[in-house]
């Protein structure tokens, strides 16, 4: 009896590799685990809110010493203000709590594509997390380093911190619109238009439905984060039926200005359309 072995060869499939890397289970990454950068693209690992905020943090302080320190990869704060940032206060064991939660975060990283270079990178957030008296060090990994110094200095904030912080499926994405027409004066979309723009034209929505689950959700997210931001929101009639929505953004210190008075986001009326923020 003959037994024929025949040898087979599979080379790995590179863009697949990529692509279970990027897109998990075949599902488009969700705007809030999204990094994008120049060529580099990336889905970065889920975060509690605690673990957000303590990496929003981190590269805040990198953000804040850039000028000075380009290529610094360690950045400190004072141990109570990290305890500040974790404020949890209903915890018996508090500083049991910060241990563990900077174990978790510690193996937290994320999946890095150079669509230039064609290279998967699979790094951590941090290299090491060190308590030293009063202080609280963070350590960057060399790879993320090399991210946020990618980024334009103007943008880091938003580009990255943003994309960390929020927790919301849409909240980026409706984010990313309002910031790119900042100081426009009043921009209008289409319910078609908007749709495209959330990546949600493929589904039925209709504009309560898309106002309740996206819109309104989102920019509360944007407002419980940032006070240098006003939002005013509303749809655009075509008799009684909604055809569209317009909205006007401002930023800074008017923003802040604004909040005072309206420290909530609410919908604005059809009139207030054109009664442009003064």
């Known amino acids: 009896m003959e037994v024929n072995l025949k040898r087979t060869i599979t080379g790995l499939e590179h863009q697949k590799l990529v692509s279970a890397a990027l897109c998990p289970d075949g599902q488009i990454t969700r705007p809030n685990q999204l990094v994008k950068t120049g060529s580099i693209i990336g889905r970065r690992d889920s975060l509690t809110e605690l673990q957000q905020k ?3 943090a981190a590269i ?3 953000y804040e010493s850039r000028p000075n320190k380009p290529d610094h990869a360690a950045y400190m704060m004072h141990f109570n203000d990290f305890v500040k940032i974790c404020g949890d206060s209903s915890q018996n064991d508090m500083y049991a709590y910060i241990v563990n939660e900077i174990e978790k975060i510690s193996k937290k990283g994320l999946w890095l ?4 270079t064609e290279t998967l990178i699979r790094t951590q957030w941090f290299q090491a ?3 030293r008296g009063k202080e609280i060090l963070f350590q960057f990994t060399e790879r993320v380093m090399s991210l946020i110094a990618a980024i334009d200095p103007g943008d880091i904030e938003y580009q990255l911190v943003k994309g960390i912080q929020y927790k919301g499926k849409h909240t980026l994405a409706v984010f990313e619109i309002l910031w790119s027409w900042k100081s426009a004066g009043v921009v209008e979309y289409s319910i078609a238009e908007m749709m495209r723009q959330l990546s949600l034209e493929h589904t039925r929505y209709s504009y309560g439905q898309l106002r309740l689950r996206v819109i309104e959700p989102s920019i509360q997210e944007i407002y419980e984060w940032d006070d240098a931001i006003f939002v005013r929101f509303g749809p655009t009639f075509s008799g ?3 055809e569209g929505i317009w909205f006007e ?3 800074g210190e008017k923003a802040r200005e604004l909040r005072k008075n309206e ?3 609410k919908f604005s009326s059809p009139e207030q359309k054109h009664g442009q923020i003064k």
Do not use: C, G, H, K
């Open 60 to 62: 805040a302080l990198s």
């Open 54 to 56: 303590i990496l929003t």
């Open 113 to 116: 594509y150079d669509e230039q």
């Open 129 to 131: 997390i060190e308590y």
């Open 249 to 251: 953004v401002i930023t």
């Open 240 to 242: 009684r039926r909604v």
């Open 263 to 265: 420290p909530e986001f």
